[in-house]
Structure formats: structure tokens, C-alpha cells
């Protein structure tokens, strides 16, 4: 489809940009060595920078992206989800630190400075890493559900054959 320099199709519609992924999320937090600690606790990641004020920790090619001064009320709806290869390890490991579990169909908790966190398992999500990626990850054994699979075909974005 051509467009013009304004960016309007030939057809007349305005043309958008296509949002291919969430690159990262930030959160807010009161102390940025806290909340490697309790993160780290849990998860498995690689912090590549770290300061009073900020910490960008990766899961392969995303990251979430501590930033200190949290002064906002505590989530209610608002969230992020956090895919990982053992949900019932994460659970367990929750429970062992004392992490309370939010009334939900869901795996959601509040982190120490009030984000809401909900945990998924990879496996069961049409998200999904490429395989170098996740080879790099040391998670290249990880395979998507049958239903997940099935998912992502409804959605026309199945394996595409070679």
C-alpha cells in the first residue's frame, strides 16, 4: 500500500505503526537493592545495570526496569504478567517468602511497594520467544500447550512451514 508524505494511504485511511511487542515495563519501587532481592528470589535473570535509582534486570530480550520513588496507591487492576517455565516452583517459592496471594483466578500477588504481579506459566500463552532466544535462555526445551498451539493457529500465527 503507498501513502504520501503525510502518512495517508492511497485509499484514503491514516496509516499506523504495527505494535510488535512490549519491549519492557518499569516499576516503581522504594529501594532499588530490595526489590533485586525479592525478584531474585524468585525468578532467574541477568541484572545489566544497577544504581541507587534505577536496575534494568532481562529475561532474555526484555527487561523490567526498576525505577526508585513508588508514591502511588497500591495496584488494584493494573498489572503485568511475568511468563515462567514453573509456575508451581514460583508458587511454592512465593509462599516460602511469605508472599500473600491476591483473591483471584490468577497467580497475582502485590510486590513490597504495591505493583500487582501475576505469574503465568510460558507454556499455556500465545507469547512466545524465538528459539534462539530461548536456546540463549537455556530454555530451549520449553514447549508451547496443545491449546496454546491451537491459540496461536485461530490467530493465524501458527508455525510456519519451511
Avoid at 525478584?39 to 541477568?46: D, K
Avoid at 483471584?104 to 513490597?112: G, H, Q, T
Avoid at 535462555?137 to 496461536?152: C, P
Wanted: proline fraction near 1%; charged fraction near 20%; charge should be negative.
Amino acid at each position: 500500500m503507498s501513502s504520501n508524505s503525510n502518512g495517508v494511504s492511497v485509499d484514503g485511511t491514516q496509516r499506523k505503526a504495527t505494535a510488535i511487542g512490549i519491549n519492557h515495563v518499569a516499576l516503581e519501587v522504594g529501594d532499588i537493592g530490595a526489590a533485586l532481592e525479592f525478584y531474585g528470589r524468585f525468578l532467574n535473570f541477568e541484572i545489566t545495570a544497577q544504581s541507587e535509582s534505577a536496575a534494568f534486570i532481562y529475561f532474555g530480550d526484555q527487561f523490567i526496569n526498576f525505577a526508585k520513588g513508588r508514591t502511588q496507591a497500591t495496584d488494584q487492576q493494573r498489572h503485568f504478567g511475568i511468563a515462567v517455565d514453573d509456575k508451581e516452583l514460583a508458587r511454592t517459592t512465593l509462599e516460602s517468602m511469605g508472599v500473600t496471594f491476591l483473591d483471584s483466578r490468577f497467580l497475582d500477588f502485590l510486590d513490597p511497594w504495591g505493583n500487582r504481579v501475576e505469574i503465568t506459566t510460558y507454556a499455556n500463552i500465545q507469547f512466545s520467544k524465538s528459539n534462539d532466544v530461548l536456546h540463549a535462555m537455556g530454555m530451549a526445551h520449553v514447549e508451547k500447550t496443545d491449546s496454546a498451539k491451537q491459540e496461536l493457529a485461530r490467530r493465524g500465527m501458527g508455525p510456519v512451514a519451511d
